[in-house]
């Protein structure tokens, strides 16, 4: 039985996703358990639908094979594929247009969303969040995705939606504003 290649964990994102472009397709595994939860949990936050996340996040791991020719190791890997995720995303929104995410049901996408609390209290505040980013618009709820969820950096996120990051940070300001009013107006309720 071969040993398990211990220096492809040394290696870089950027190193391994080199070396699928060079042909070693092998090592897209490598970046497939490094990154599928990350882009599933994106995926899920943007869909609200545990499915279409599992499919999607599929897909954006068969374009990173298709395109690996066109990956620029001058950029971060990580970039790449959140642009990767964001394209399947957009492409499958503009095939759903009836299923817009600003109407998405609370109840499936807690059904959808891992590692949520199960006390009552927390549950009620989890969907009130949701129903709350929810009616972001869009370009607010993919940077409250990216940012708060996850945990990218002002300066990659600008990176991959072509920004400053003076105008990141911004956004991301008036997002979270717009947030708390949803929310606050949902506990009115």
Do not use: C
Not at 108 to 119: N, R
Not at 141 to 160: C, M, S
């Amino acid at each position: 039985m071969p040993k398990p290649d211990k220096s492809i964990d040394l290696m870089s994102d950027e190193q391994i996703m080199e070396a699928v472009k060079n042909g070693n397709l092998q090592q897209a595994s490598v970046l497939f358990d490094r990154f599928h939860k990350r882009i599933f949990n994106f995926l899920a936050r943007m869909t609200g639908e545990r499915e279409a996340a599992e499919d999607l996040t599929q897909n954006v791991f068969l374009r990173m094979l298709k395109y690996r020719h066109s990956y620029n190791p001058e950029m971060k890997f990580q970039s790449w594929i959140y642009q990767m995720a964001r394209n399947a995303f957009a492409d499958h929104y503009q095939k759903q247009k009836q299923l817009k995410p600003a109407n998405m049901e609370v109840e499936k996408l807690h059904e959808s969303l891992p590692d949520l609390s199960e006390a009552l209290e927390q549950e009620e505040t989890e969907k009130r969040l949701i129903r709350a980013l929810a009616r972001l618009p869009d370009d607010y709820r993919e940077l409250l995705v990216l940012t708060r969820f996850q945990h990218l950096k002002y300066e990659e996120v600008a990176g991959f939606l072509n920004m400053t990051v003076a105008n990141v940070k911004v956004k991301v300001h008036r997002a979270i504003g717009q947030l708390r009013e949803n929310y606050f107006e949902l506990e009115n309720v």
